[in-house]
């Protein structure tokens, strides 16, 4: 794999699970990352060679403010990582579990959620990032997505806010493809996150992936001169592994899962 010296990179929502195992392991690849999350208390956390800013992503003028720093810090933005997701909050509300409830019995804030703190989120971010990448024609945006795009999985909202975000990534990769500008939606697997270890005792986990797994697909990606050959499609960060011959950081290769395994 390629070093990404020289290479900016932004995580968004990156101060936990998924995104600031992405953060680190490009950090550790040797790119400069900065990484957003909306409290900035806990740095030390996310590694070193990140700069964390505090950014609510439903906050436009805080959103812009973050490109704006990035631009006077390092320049143009070369990998960004759309990882921020809102909806997740409030599962049990008046001590029941609404997360697999119908949609008719499921509050409407969860909807908003994941579309305002996701899915709009992601479109804002790449707006800010595109120019810069148009301008040097080269450039990756992932999108962090999941197979709930394309089978139902937890509640109809999910689905809905994640088969959205896999048409961003499509459409946008039309656009962009003329300037040289890679876009792809990336799939986990089951990633031991914080919130999945606290429940290890009854998940199997032997599939499981590192959240530092799904950065190093990224990397894979960002170090790839031909990366514009995946661009608008949906790839799974396992067989991004077989395909570029990185593992996890336990030396293990995880399965991929497919359609049928979710």
């Known amino acids: 794999m390629q070093t990404l010296d020289g290479r900016v990179a932004l995580v968004t929502g990156g101060m936990k699970g998924v995104g600031r195992g992405v953060a680190r392991q490009l950090a550790d690849d040797g790119a400069q990352v900065f990484v957003t999350g909306r409290s900035a208390s806990d740095f030390e956390r996310v590694g070193a060679r990140t700069t964390v800013i505090r950014c609510d992503h439903r906050d436009d003028a805080q959103v812009d403010a973050v490109f704006e720093r990035i631009r006077r810090e390092a320049g143009a933005i070369d990998v960004l990582v759309n990882n921020v997701w809102g909806g997740y909050e409030g599962m049990i509300e008046n001590g029941q579990f609404t997360w697999t409830k119908p949609f008719w019995e499921q509050p409407l804030w969860r909807w908003d959620g994941m579309f305002g703190a996701g899915v709009r989120a992601h479109y804002r971010a790449s707006q800010l990032a595109a120019p810069a990448m148009v ?89 790839d001169p031909d990366v514009l050959r995946h661009t608008g499609r949906v790839l799974v960060a396992a067989q991004l592994a077989a395909e570029y011959g990185f593992t996890d950081v336990d030396g293990k290769t995880p399965r991929p899962l497919t359609l049928a395994d979710v």
């Open 135 to 223: 301008a040097q024609r080269r450039g990756l945006i992932v999108n962090i997505s999941f197979w709930a795009a394309q089978k139902h999985v937890g509640n109809v909202a999910y689905g809905v806010s994640k088969a959205a975000t896999d048409k961003l990534t499509a459409d946008m990769a039309h656009e962009l493809r003329a300037y040289g500008v890679a876009v792809v939606s990336l799939y986990p697997g089951l990633v031991r996150t914080e919130k999945v270890m606290e429940a290890a005792a009854w998940i199997d986990l032997s599939n499981s992936e590192s959240p530092e797994f799904v950065g190093r697909a990224v990397s894979a990606l960002a170090s």
